[in-house]
Antibody
Framework: QVQLQESGPGLVKASETLSLTCTVSGGSINDYYWSWFRQPPGKGLEWIGYIYYSGSTNYNPSLKSRVTISVDTSKNQFSLKLSSMTAADTAVYYC???????????WGQGTLVTVSS | DIQMTQSPSSLSASVGDRVTITCRASQGISNYLAWFQQKPGKAPKSLIFAASNLQSGVPSKFSGSGSGTDFTLTISSLQPEDFATYYCQQYNSYPLTFGGGTKVEIK
């Protein structure tokens, strides 16, 4: 059973850079696409971007200037960096796996990131 | 970006009721449509992919239909564990986008 686990700070100061890591267990990170999503408290879901195990990426244009997603296949992990954080970036951040069909089957439990002023 | 519009945004229903949620895409997305269930404090759970295919382990009381721009999710007989928020999501093109959600509450 594939499991994903997000890790990183729960509190980030405004203007700083958020760094989160998603660790994949129970399966290999190879041969799949992996995405980050987020959900502000009480609101809907937003796709941030994906990375393929080979390192190719695609980002949401609304966040593209601030986002970097990277992968470390040796550790079965991929990571998110989001710069210039503001209060609007306060959200639960999820990592997830895309199937070969393009839909998302496995999700992490999510981690709440709060931006403080 | 493709806009996904769900209706209703919330509904009240009783145990045993048949419930239908609608999702409309702002342009054609073929059948690249997924449905998720989300309970408070939990990650989204995938129910349906490719508009009408159940994910492994999802009970058959859930069904999906549609193609192009109009889609529906139906729960045939609502049970207590089904009270949650449901989201549709298109994966026809990037950026991936979600509907605003439908909260299913107990009447």
């Amino acid at each position: 059973q594939v499991q994903l686990q997000e890790s990183g700070p729960g509190l980030v100061k405004a203007s700083e850079t958020l760094s989160l890591t998603c660790t994949v267990s129970g399966g290999s990170i190879n041969d799949y696409y992996w995405s980050w999503f987020r959900q502000p408290p009480g609101k809907g879901l937003e796709w941030i971007g994906y990375i393929y195990y080979s390192g190719s990426t695609n980002y949401n244009p609304s966040l593209k200037s601030r986002v970097t997603i990277s992968v470390d296949t040796s550790k079965n992990q991929f990571s998110l960096k989001l710069s210039s954080m503001t209060a609007a970036d306060t959200a639960v951040y999820y990592c997830a796996r895309a199937t070969g069909r393009g839909d998302y089957d496995y999700w992490g439990q999510g981690t709440l990131v709060t931006v403080s002023s | 970006d493709i806009q996904m519009t769900q209706s209703p945004s919330s509904l009240s229903a009783s145990v045993g009721d048949r419930v239908t949620i609608t999702c409309r895409a702002s342009q054609g997305i073929s059948n690249y449509l997924a449905w998720f269930q989300q309970k408070p404090g939990k990650a989204p759970k995938s129910l349906i992919f490719a508009a009408s295919n159940l994910q492994s382990g999802v009970p058959s009381k859930f069904s999906g239909s549609g193609s192009g721009t109009d889609f529906t999710l139906t729960i045939s007989s609502l049970q207590p564990e089904d009270f949650a928020t449901y989201y549709c999501q298109q994966y026809n093109s990037y950026p991936l986008t979600f509907g605003g959600g439908t909260k299913v509450e107990i009447k």
